[in-house]
């Protein structure tokens, strides 16, 4: 059974690191799980940013390892009983996925052996369709943007409505993603605001956290989404 | 001779089309332009676009022929007097400069025949050494970030500060340039304002406009210039 929990953003601006989304990880890690395989790649500084991830996963009551500590990366996500993807730059996390040949083995341990994936903005990025919908810069050029497609739908984290005293002219974050549906077959975009997030099991998805999500599907109005919403039905469009 | 007016966006918020870099374009085609070759492939609707193009180059004293209205792109800028590459998504812009197969015909041109350049926004992207540090929403896979290489640096059009009472936890434009800065051998980056342009005439490269522009170098803290600065030093660098 494939379990995700794709959350738009780590830090809240009243909060520590992963501070407000704790009880979700928790109840869905449940006790189950006792080590989690942090990824750490989407940052420069590995080594700083696993022990990011340790201390917020041990006050949670989990142990973490970092695949950049492991012997062997691939061997690491065969082995892992729960992956933690952090957020970073989506391309450089992307790239070194693909650099590290795990692409494919990560999507065999979720959707095959359902293992629990936790996403953290970057992180749910790339657990989607492709990464054509990050806000990110291109600062390195992956050989795809086709991403692990956990799930048949792009995310947009960090979503954001444009500040109306804002002379600024580059465009906003809705016009960036009708963009992206100028193109046939560009799928759903799930715009997940900052405090929100995403469980998928199995084939059911619900919206969690303290914010709304905005869904943009190419030739429709965007529709708002509140906390608590079933959004089954995007799991059920086709890649 | 090469000849180029990279301008970091082509409306601000208090003017019309191109109108706040009118004086700069008229002065820099001067009467030896006749008729200008517009690029519109950075958004959907070309036609629309070309017309909105024609609208502004003709009340400078400029005719326009949009590249895509035209029997053969390479033989368009094999005739081309001066070359006017419009802002909207880098991405798209890009790859439509590869599958097109004029990227080499282009840099022949302006380096080579000396006609003049001018870039707006993702226009301005695409003219340097790569689109690495476009704003854009990546909503097309171009087939390389590398870009025409007209100069041997990056720019950031729309170049702005965080907003100090934003409490958006995304990453702050000077944090994403610091990222792209983490690599070796990434050339620096001059973050321009939007209202801030970068004349360039041979070795020599001046600011013109209504607002500065900052400059980013690999190891260094960042650097502001004031509109008329002398920046030739940028055109030293190798690639
Ligand atoms: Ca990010
Ligand atoms: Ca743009």
Not at 1 to 13: P, Y
Not at 60 to 65: K, M, N, P, T
Not at 192 to 213: I, Q, W
Request: aromatic share 10%.
């Amino acid at each position: 059974m494939r379990r995700l929990l794709l959350i738009s953003n780590s830090t809240l601006h009243d909060g520590g690191y992963l501070g407000h989304c704790k009880e979700q990880i928790k109840q869905f890690l449940s006790d189950k799980v006792k080590t989690v395989l942090f990824v750490p790649y989407a940052l420069h500084d590995r080594d700083w940013y696993a022990g990011k991830a340790k201390e917020a996963f041990t006050t949670f009551g989990y142990d973490v390892q970092s695949i950049h500590q492991q012997p062997d990366a691939l061997g690491a996500i065969n082995q892992a009983q729960a992956i933690f993807i952090g957020g970073g730059n989506t391309f450089r996390l992307l790239k070194t996925l693909y650099d590290e040949k795990i692409v494919e083995a990560i999507r065999k341990r979720v959707l095959e052996d359902g293992i629990p994936y936790i996403g953290s903005s970057a992180g749910s990025n790339v657990a989607t369709a492709s990464i054509k919908t990050t806000n990110d810069m291109p600062i390195v050029y992956p050989p795809s943007f086709d991403a692990l497609k956990l799930v048949p739908f792009n995310i947009n984290p960090h979503y954001m409505e444009p500040d109306a005293n804002n002379t600024h002219m580059g465009e906003t974050r809705e016009q960036r993603i009708k963009q992206f549906h100028e193109y046939e077959d560009s799928p759903p975009v799930l715009g997940l605001r900052e405090g929100c997030m995403l469980l998928v099991e199995d084939r059911k998805a619900t919206l969690l956290g303290k914010t709304d999500a905005k869904l943009f599907v190419r030739g429709k109005d965007p529709v708002e989404y509140k906390v608590g919403s079933d959004m089954s039905f995007l799991l059920q469009s086709t890649l």
